[in-house]
């Protein structure tokens, strides 16, 4: 059974760093590039940041770019994400998603990030 289950999420204040991890179970974690994503309330669900499954690679919005740093372990088939600098307007739902190069995908169910003072 396919697993994504993000977690570190909370309650941070502006300026302030979380970093969420994303354990996954149930597929070839090192065959995929994993992403994570985040969808503030009343809006669309937006890229943050991408991986390759061999780590080589990374690239990010432009909207956390400097700030943001994706990052994953094979071994213990776990992607994170260190977010720093924190603002308000990073207040969202954040998912990790899976992506094969033949195509499947699968989505974490999420977990909320709210920066505030």
């Known amino acids: 059974q396919v697993q994504l289950a993000e977690s570190g999420g909370g309650l941070v204040q502006p300026g302030g760093s979380l970093r969420l991890s994303c354990a996954a179970s149930?597929?070839?974690?090192?065959?995929?590039?994993m992403s994570w994503y985040r969808q503030a309330p009343g809006a669309e669900r937006d890229w943050v940041a991408t991986?390759?499954?061999?780590?080589?690679?990374?690239s990010y919005a432009d909207s956390v770019k400097g700030r943001f740093t994706i990052s994953r372990d094979n071994a213990k088939n776990t992607v994170y994400l260190q977010m720093n600098s924190l603002k308000p307007e990073d207040t969202a739902v954040y998912y990790c998603?899976?992506?094969?190069?033949?195509?499947?995908?699968?989505w974490g169910k999420g977990t909320l990030v709210t920066v505030s003072s």
């Open positions: 991986i390759s499954s061999a780590a080589s690679a990374t």
């Open positions: 998603k899976a992506r094969h190069y033949a195509g499947m995908t699968y």
């Open positions: 149930g597929f070839t974690f090192s065959s995929y590039a």
